[in-house]
């Protein structure tokens, strides 16, 4: 099995500094980019009980900007992520552009394949981590180092950013 310790103590220490909400999924998005890559990287979160989701962070502002919410849509990609808990992974642009609208701006991005690993806390999902990258890049294996790597970093990540943001008003 491959050995992240050093990314994951460098996330611990990040986390541990943050001073901002965005400081936690930053500390994320390097864990990322170390266990799996991501030239593309989103947080959202999931209001279940508003049914709409809010993009809380991203890699790339002037593409993606954190900013409002839309509406959760009920397809194939929430029941794979919500009522599965599961991530979501599709490997070529074609796949993505049945479950995401924005798949033109995916592809003039470079990328061509995703994971949206399900973050899960008290039995609700309140997000998830979306991760980009060219055609073909999450192969099972690293769909599987997802999994094992990043599900507890991006709970603690939510967690202290949410936290850092109440303490902000």
């Known amino acids: 099995m491959t050995d992240f310790t050093g990314p994951l103590a460098e996330f611990d220490r990040a986390l541990s500094l943050a001073t901002t909400p965005d400081a936690p999924f930053d500390a994320l998005l390097a864990l990322t980019r ?48 919500h009522g599965n808990r599961e991530c979501f992974v599709a490997n070529t642009l074609a796949d993505i552009a049945t479950v995401f609208p ?29 991760m980009l990258d060219v055609e073909h890049h999450y192969t099972p294996e690293r769909v599987a180092l997802a999994k094992d790597w990043l599900s507890v970093p991006a709970k603690a990540a939510y967690l202290a950013s949410r936290g850092l943001a109440a303490g902000m008003n």
């Open 102 to 130: 924005d798949h033109e701006l995916i592809g003039r991005l470079g990328c061509g394949s995703v994971i949206n690993l399900p973050v899960v806390l008290g039995d609700t999902l309140v997000g998830t981590v979306n």
């Open 34 to 81: 170390a266990v799996v890559g991501a030239k593309l990287f989103t947080f959202m979160t999931a209001d279940m009980e508003t049914g709409t989701a809010r993009r809380a962070y991203t890699s790339h502002p002037a593409d993606y900007p954190v900013s409002g919410t839309k509406p959760i849509r009920y397809d194939r990609w929430f029941e794979t992520v």
